[in-house]
């Protein structure tokens, strides 16, 4: 079952502009993390925020978590060509495995 | 730190043969995960092992797939017969916890099957 949804589904942005990717979920959970998958490759963990977290900084990453609305963000800013990838959100509540939403491919282009 | 190894990297085989992919987690994460990727979705579970116990294997489509993590090490999923429909990427995963809550999961590369 997927219970995060990526939006939008793709984004095409120019080098230097920020990119702003939202998920959305159906029941609580316990964290929420972002993924960044490259083309033909594994998942890379990015970030996790905690349920009990508003917003969390990592890099040029910025990642907000409202729960009240089962929304988070992902803002990437300055975007690189390298950022160019898919990326998911994934939500876990106590105990269980990461549940994957469907992902926002993200073109740079320089 | 090594990463999360997997084998082989591409396959391809006839429907209603049988395949097996093998994954060698990061040493000392208990916590150890399969998910399939069908092109243009995100991955989904198909079997969680905590140390070699099955934690949550309710997606994995028991007639035709099994997988097995001996001495809570090393794991193998198999697919017998394969289908069509089973073409995707199978991603292996591991964790220090249940959830990745400290440092999220770290993934392989994937096995890309294709069932022609």
């Known amino acids: 079952s997927q219970q995060g949804e990526e939006d939008p589904q793709a984004l095409s942005i120019q080098e230097g502009e920020n990119a702003t990717m939202n998920c959305s979920y159906k029941?609580?959970?316990?964290?929420l993390q972002w993924y960044r998958q490259n083309s033909g490759r594994g998942l890379v963990h990015l970030i996790l925020?905690?349920?009990?977290?508003r917003e969390k900084h990592s890099g040029r990453l910025r990642v907000t978590l409202d729960t009240s609305k089962k929304s988070s963000s992902l803002l990437i800013t300055a975007s690189r060509a390298a950022d160019t990838a898919s990326y998911f959100c994934a939500t876990d509540q106590a105990g269980t495995a990461l549940i994957f939403g469907k992902g926002t491919t993200l073109s740079v282009s320089s | 730190e090594a990463g999360v190894a997997q084998s082989p990297r591409y396959k391809i085989i006839e429907k209603r043969q049988s395949v097996a992919f093998w994954c060698n987690p990061i040493s000392g994460h208990a916590t150890l995960y399969w998910y399939q990727q069908i092109l243009g979705q995100g991955p989904k579970l198909l079997i969680q092992?905590?140390?070699?116990?099955?934690?949550?294997d309710s997606q994995l489509p028991k007639d035709r797939f099994s997988a097995e993590r001996l001495k809570g090490v090393d794991s193998t999923l198999k697919i017998q017969p394969a289908k069509l429909e089973d073409s995707a990427v199978y991603l292996c995963a591991s964790s220090l916890d249940i959830s990745g809550q400290v440092y999220g999961y770290t993934f392989g590369s994937g096995t890309r099957l294709t069932v022609v």
């Open positions: 092992f905590q140390n070699n116990g099955v934690v949550d």
């Open positions: 029941t609580s959970i316990n964290n």
């Open positions: 925020i905690r349920s009990n977290e």
